[in-house]
Each structure stands twice: as C-alpha cells, then as structure tokens.
C-alpha cells in the first residue's frame, strides 16, 4: 500500500502496516519521524510469490497521481524487510481478454535470484537479497514479455513477438528459439522437458 501525495510504501500484515520504506531509495522511514497522513490507496499493481514461499515480489504499473512510474519491490514475508527494488523501469504490458499486467519477472527455483526483462530486450539477472546486478545482456526488442526460468535454474526461457527463446542463465548466451502463437502465460513441466502455453482462449504443450 502507498499513501497519497507520499513516496512511501509498506507491506501490510492483516492490514497494519510494518515498516515503511522509500518507493525510489529504499530508504527506511525513521521510526521517529512523525506520523504518516493521508488516504490509503491500492495503485495498479500485481505481484508474484517466489518458490520458497518466503518472498513477494510487487510490481507498480504507474499510479494516480505519479503517471508513468514503473517499479518492483521484493519483500520478506517474515519480517516485512524490503530485500531490493528498482524504479523508472520501461517494461512490457501484456494485454489479454480480461486484463492488462505485466508478466516479465521470474524468481529463479532456488529464489535467490530474480530476471527482469526489458521492452527494449534488455533482460537483467539481480541478487533478491541486495539487488545486487549479477549479469546483464540484450535480447531483441519486445522479445521478454515473459520470463520462466527452466528447473535448475541454469536456463531461462522468454517469449515475446510470437518467438520463445531458451537462454544461459549465467552467461547470457542464446541456446535456441523457436515460434510459438500469441501467448497470455506460460510454464515449464517439473523435468524441463515440456512448456505449457496459454493464449486465446487456448491451452497447447509445446
């Protein structure tokens, strides 16, 4: 939740607020500062559990009165501890029959790291602890509108533009592509062997 005219963001546990953090620095708020005022306002958002269970990460697709800002934050359930975040980012939106989100995130399986990608094709591997930039490289453009990292967390998979693209996770190296039709989501079977994809209405294994 954010309060309006405010930068400040927290995440709420049945509805208290803990700890309140900068949305642009990731600042914590002194906890003697005065108190916060203001209407408590959902923006457009979504967010995406890790495997572990143990982090959240939030996605802020532009709010009411700051147009135009993009940006995530990975929590820690437990403690409510803001891990990492990043702000002014240009990502792409999907657009399906019932809604309009953004699906270019993935937590690897182990949850310790996260892949970002780009509209511009820039995909970015951080540390989810820190945000430390762990490997950046370019893919082409429009090309990450979804992320999936394969079991192993050694590969990544994104689609984007009608074309899937298998990558090295840790080093950025293009593996192989191939067509896949319009798609909504998409996820990878337990052995790596098989995706499944999901789009107009659709379901096919590829």
Sequence with gaps: QWLENSP???L???GQPRSWWHSDTGE??????PALEGNRRLSRHQSTLSPDGRK???????????????????WE???????????????PIIHSRRRSGCEAFAFSPN????AVGMRDGRIVIREVDGGRLMREWMAPANSCDLLVFLPGGKQLLTWGSGRARLWNADTGESIRSFEVPLVYCLTVSPDGRFLLVGGGGDFSGL
């Design 28 to 33: 914590r708020r002194p906890e003697d500062a």
């Design 111 to 114: 949850s310790q790291t996260l």
């Design 8 to 10: 400040w963001f927290t």
């Design 12 to 14: 709420a546990l049945d």
């Design 77 to 91: 359930l437990e403690s409510g501890r803001l891990l990492c975040q990043q702000t002014n980012l240009t990502l």
């Design 56 to 74: 959240l990460l939030t996605y802020y697709g532009g709010v009411e009165n700051r147009p135009g800002v993009h940006r995530f934050h990975v």
